[in-house]
């Protein structure tokens, strides 16, 4: 058997590898026995947890978060996923005991500093948005989308226009947007870019209808361009009946200078783990706020902080009958809202114009370099907003070097790969967003390494088709990984029971 | 690199073929620059049969390790048969896209005809410039 125990830097065996019977951490035994239980309501099987001591267990789990390839140790462009640097300071105080060691179901007259801070986060997000009212309470992106198409739903119910069930996405739309519409019932109906990168208005115009229930775009788009005809965009969706759905995945490139209330929103999602740099981690815990124009206010879901004669409440079916309802037991993730509430306390508005002004620039200053450096930009007569998109066509062609090879080659190189093949139709594309927390020296290091993998591809471009080197583990097999996925530990025939 | 582009078929810019067959009937998969394109398939989603398909309409899902992709019907029409043995190799889409890994079969409907589909040639031309 092999020594499970040995450190060879590279596999860690697993803590049920580790595992011997009867070993336990002595110091974090129930001081008392369990005995008191009646019979009828004890396991008959022990439960399968490993048995390791307490070092043991430090040991490995600290191995294991060194192997993380992480915000906290390295640059992240991950693009349209906004990953910023979450500061200490939220943390802390949404740490705070008083926060932590509050009950849902308390009375509201014991935890009004909590609801003080919740109140205050809807009006600062309406005031960002050019909302008029926030919902708080989706548990994520993806929810808070929900939230808006199915308020669009109700709103055109509570008309008696129940005809109206297609949502018009572009075709640069976050996968998202389609998914939504179809859990809502709706039907898709998906138009394209120009080359430029705005939205086909031509396109937009033929497809809206009487049948038209919304249009869900983002600005600036996924393609890392700000759409220059919104205005356009929104009098086309007016004049059709329809309403207009903004995707907050790209709101950090706006903040402080752009609302989309004001570009004639009518409804929109805000991802505080992006914008509100509350954590991304592990896919969850997110928060997906909802805001809406003054036509959808009573459709907001349930609860929402209110303010009355006696302080703080909890708005809930009673106060808002047309709501579509709950989302989630309670205020959603409570803690990510406390986050993002103590993010924007420190950094306040003018905090808010410097986010957008230092992530632009940062976009800008990174395209520019990487373009001087050799790399082809996807549009390379706009802007870039607070990403941008290179495309390795031309490498893939020439030298069989794709995108996925230079995803993988920059791990070597110490840089989280940014996005790769979305939005798709770019070809073997690179989504870059730098976000406004990285210094230059980063920037410059991301520039230094692109520009040496771009140069392995003529010298050794095996080298980069392999890659990576110098990680735990080399190019995974994506294929089997996504057919025979398999996260949970099966004890092995033959092992002790 | 070149991709694999048979002549006795036709194509859309949206890289579906479709073969004629002598009852009638018309099978569609998508392209070998298609499938090139996508990478490792992992999933195919294929639509039921009697169902009526407009031009155009999404009914199929090709997911590969970079991306889920819809696929779009060539012609107008109700689906006679789809291929079931994409649920358990969907790999066939990669290894043979012009045989095996057909997707669905389609019984064209009465306008189906004026539907302008692209000549090999057509094809080649779209996929030479990037698209």
């Keep these: 058997m092999k020594d499970v125990g040995e450190y060879d830097g590279a596999g860690e065996a697993t803590i049920f590898d580790r595992s011997r019977p009867g070993r336990t951490a002595t110091a974090q035994l129930a001081p008392e026995t369990l005995a008191s239980l009646p019979p009828e309501l004890r396991r008959r099987r022990r439960p399968e947890l490993p048995e390791v001591s307490e070092l043991q267990a430090v040991r490995h789990y600290t191995r294991l978060s060194q192997k993380n390839f992480s915000i906290d140790t390295q640059f992240y462009p991950l693009g349209s996923c906004t990953m910023k640097y979450n500061p200490r300071g939220s943390n802390h105080y949404a740490m705070l005991p008083e926060f932590l060691s509050r009950h849902p179901l308390a009375p509201v007259s014991m935890g009004q ?162 914008t509100f740099s509350t954590p991304h981690g592990g896919g969850g815990p997110g928060a997906g706020a909802v805001g809406v124009g003054r036509r959808l206010l ?170 990576p080197h110098r990680l735990p583990v080399r190019r995974l097999d994506d294929v089997r990984a996504a057919k025979h996925l398999d996260l949970v530990w099966k004890r092995p025939p033959g092992g002790d029971s | 690199m070149a991709s694999n582009i048979p002549t006795d078929l036709r194509y859309t810019r949206s890289h579906e073929w479709v073969r004629k067959n002598a009852d009638g009937t018309v099978t569609i998969g998508v392209t070998d620059h298609a499938q090139h394109a996508l990478g490792d398939v992992v999933f195919v989603e294929t639509p039921q049969a009697g169902r009526v398909l407009a031009a155009g309409e999404a009914c199929a899902v090709v997911e590969s390790v970079k991306a889920a992709s819809d696929v779009y019907a060539p012609v107008a029409g109700t689906v006679v048969a789809a ?38 040639a057509e094809y080649e031309t779209l996929v030479a410039g990037g698209g």
């Excluded at chain 1, 093949?421 to 976000?435: D, G, N, S």
């Design chain 1, 113 to 274: 500093g909590l609801l003080a801070c919740l109140y205050e986060l809807q009006q600062m997000l309406c005031e960002v948005t050019g909302m008029e009212g926030v919902s708080l309470t989706p548990m994520a992106g993806a929810q808070g989308e929900f939230a808006g198409v199915a308020m669009i739903r109700a709103f055109h119910r509570a008309r008696g226009d129940a005809a109206r069930n297609e949502i018009i996405v572009p075709e640069a739309a976050h996968g998202t947007n389609p998914a939504t519409a179809t859990m809502c019932g709706m039907k898709v109906v998906e138009i394209p870019c120009n080359p430029d990168g705005d939205c086909d208005l031509e396109a937009l115009r033929r497809a809206v209808g009487v049948n038209t229930a919304g249009v869900m775009l983002t600005n600036p788009s996924t393609l890392g361009v700000f759409e220059r005809s919104i205005s356009e965009i929104a009098a086309i969706a007016r004049q059709a009946g329809a309403l207009l759905y903004y995707d907050g995945a790209n709101l950090n490139a706006i903040l402080g200078k752009v609302r989309p209330g004001d570009m004639g929103f009518d409804v929109m999602h805000m991802n505080l783990h992006k």
């Design chain 1, 298 to 467: 009573p459709y907001l879901p349930v609860p929402i902080v209110g303010r009355d004669a006696t302080g703080y409440v909890w708005l809930d079916e009673r106060d808002l009958p047309e709501t579509i309802g709950r989302l989630s037991a309670f205020m959603g993730n409570v803690g990510v809202l406390l986050r993002a509430y103590i993010y924007m306390r420190m950094i306040g508005r003018d905090g808010m114009r410097r986010v957008a002004e230092y992530a632009v620039l940062n976009a800008n200053y990174l395209l520019a370099r990487l373009r001087r450096a050799g790399f082809e930009a996807a549009y390379p007569d706009r802007r870039a907003s607070h990403e941008f998109i290179l495309t390795l066509k031309r490498e893939a062609a020439e030298r069989g070097v794709t995108a996925m090879d230079f995803a993988k080659r920059l791990l070597d190189f110490g840089q989280h790969a940014p996005t790769v093949y979305f939005p798709q139709l770019v070809p073997e594309c690179l989504l870059i967003e730098p976000t406004e927390t990285e210094a230059k020296e980063t920037l410059d290091g991301f520039v230094a390494a692109m520009t040496a993998i771009l140069a392995e591809t003529v010298t050794d471009p095996e080298r980069v088709k392999t890659a």
């Design chain 2, 83 to 120: 291929n079931g043995v994409l649920a358990d190799a969907p790999e066939r889409v990669n290894s043979d896209p012009y045989g095996d890994g057909w997707l669905w079969c389609l019984a064209p409907g009465e306008d189906a005809a004026a539907t302008a589909l692209l000549a090999p």
